[in-house]
């Protein structure tokens, strides 16, 4: 049996069963058991795999979703992880990101804003709270970091490539974006349907399995869908993400 804590967060349990149903299909061929699904202090989903394709099931697992480090002697200097962005209203200087580390105690990556400032609004000094507010940036969106250094009660970090890159994508395309935390992709492509918005929306793109991304057409904004999605996904969060709004900001203050 081999137990994997997920590096994917659950902030409600009666999302469980949309978790269960997610692993089970990606896992479906393979001669694995998966049984006790629970989350961790630090909302992680945990759960423990037995059979004869264990060890297939948790590279799987790693490849697709990521499993966390648990043990700060597990992530070294440059490490990738992807975790979760946490208590962002609690800092104006630093975004810190959930990577997973649970012992001896929790620790969080940081990135500092003087980082953030280079990495996201091309050396722009803006606020955290603007950045955030312009990228979408909010509490449980995943985010990619690599480590830079660890201390004794941080680890030190800026934005992969990677994530930097999804950011210039979606600015690229110059079309508004709705991301949606905590519904499984299929819940959020039915709340469209139902709200009559698929003449508004090209589609959904998944970041989690509980974070989605819904790309808007040309015309439709962000905030005109929220209040329309809204109501039919009450335990969701939401915010918005504008190209045109971001490339506006940043051209004033050049």
Known sequence: MHK?????KIHHSSLMKEIEEFLRKLCRGLNVDLADFSFS????IKLNITGDDEIIAMNLLKREIGLA???VENV???SVIR???VALSQSQMTISVDIGVLSPKPIYAVVSLKRLQGQLMNGRKLALRKIAALCGIMDGLPF???ILKAGPDLFHAELTEKQIGLFRGWIDMRVDRLIVLGASRQRVESAIRKARLKRDVIGVEPLGILEQNVICK????AEGLVPKIGRLLR??????FSPPRILKYVAEKT
């Open 4 to 8: 994997a804590i997920l590096l994917q």
């Open 41 to 44: 202090n630090n909302e992680w």
């Open 69 to 71: 480090p648990v043990s």
């Open 76 to 78: 070294e200097r440059f």
């Open 83 to 85: 975790g979760r962005i």
């Open 144 to 146: 990619e970091v690599r």
């Open 218 to 221: 040309l015309g439709t904004t």
């Open 235 to 240: 335990r969701a969060r939401f915010a918005k």
